[in-house]
């Protein structure tokens, strides 16, 4: 005798299987391939000192994801710069942050200070933009070398910051660090320090123009030191080799009247290794989209730097999956050493 099966169980198991394999094939979309709604996930994101780079990016980059992905809401937030940036990703005290490639690798290495311990839980996201160090003297000073600070006050960067880190790096590495009465105060008390005469010259590291830069130039007239001489020389380069030279072009600033060359480090995108990869894509999807591109561009020079081409340059640690994700798709093909581990 023939078995005769119940049809409604067989339509309801049917109508099941399609509704998981729509579900597991993309679960932000439905059937008819629109997106479903999302609860709101609220970031931070963190950038830097006032008057610094980062924070102009990172005020920049929150805006447009905020507005580019419906259910993410990022909040920019200040901080004291790089290292510490580094550390709140590592105690998932911050979602993205903009760090300085080479304390990125430092701190995975276990050669950056953080009271947190191993830095090993930051993944990189994308190359921003080249920061170049910039040490600033009155034009009518006796300071025409790095060599020539001995005995002078010179602001360096609020203390932890990836600036004052780089110029104790430098310094240190040429024998002056104790020659000279660094101060630790930030790009724009630093400024203000300069046109007033209380410090002999200030040092930042940033992509140019620097706004602190520019508001010490209508103070004082100003002149750029070659730094790139004494890093050849004296081997820096081969001790930190993350840094690079770069040539700070005639008339970034009022008064600079020649090409500086100096060495940079690299802006970069990172972001903690706990989210979510779906967040990290359409992030990228909001920043490197041709609208993104155009307003970063729009609010600093520094990102004329940022194209689908640069995107993993002087990245020195692995990427998130959801950038690995997104670069791939982009055509770029993932160095070995970036891929997640």
Not at 114 to 137: I, M, N, T
Not at 194 to 204: H, I, L, Q, T, Y
């Amino acid at each position: 005798m023939r078995r005769t099966v119940p049809l409604a169980p067989i339509i309801v198991l049917g109508l099941w299987s399609v509704f998981l394999a729509a579900c597991s094939s993309d679960g932000d979309r439905d059937r008819a391939g629109n997106e479903r709604p999302r609860e709101t996930v609220s970031l931070v994101f963190n950038g830097g000192p006032s008057g610094g780079t980062f924070n102009y990016f990172a005020n920049k980059m929150s805006f447009l994801i905020t507005n580019g992905v419906k259910w993410l809401d990022v909040m920019a937030r200040g901080s004291q710069g790089s290292p510490d940036n580094i550390c709140a990703l590592n105690l998932d005290q911050a979602d993205m942050a903009i760090l300085y490639a080479g304390d990125a690798f430092l701190g995975l290495n276990g050669r950056l200070e953080c009271q947190a311990g191993r830095l090993d839980r930051v993944r990189s996201l994308a190359f921003l933009y080249g920061a170049p160090a910039q040490l600033v003297v009155r034009a009518d000073s006796d300071i025409h070398s790095v060599f020539d600070l001995k005995g002078k006050i010179v602001a360096v960067g609020n203390a932890g910051s990836g600036a004052a880190l780089a110029a104790e790096r430098l310094f240190r590495h040429l024998g002056l660090w104790d020659q000279v009465d660094h101060r630790n105060l930030g790009y724009s008390r630093a400024a203000a320090d300069f046109g007033a005469g209380r410090v002999d010259a200030f040092w930042v590291l940033v992509g140019y123009p620097n706004t602190s830069v520019i508001e010490a130039s209508t103070l004082a007239p100003i002149r750029l030191i070659d730094l790139h001489g004494a890093c050849v020389d004296f081997g820096f380069y081969d001790l930190y080799p993350f840094y690079g030279c770069t040539v700070i072009p005639a008339g970034t600033y009022d008064g600079q009247a020649e090409p500086v060359a100096t060495f940079q480090d690299a802006a970069i995108w990172c972001a903690s290794r706990e989210l979510d990869e779906e967040a990290v894509y359409r992030s990228l999807q909001a920043i490197y989209s041709p609208e993104g591109l155009e307003s970063m561009r729009a609010a600093h020079k520094a990102a004329w730097s940022m194209s689908l081409e640069s995107g993993i340059l002087n990245l020195s640690v692995p990427m998130h999956p959801g950038a690995v994700r997104f670069w791939s798709e982009a055509g770029r093909e993932i160095p070995t050493i970036l891929l997640p581990n």
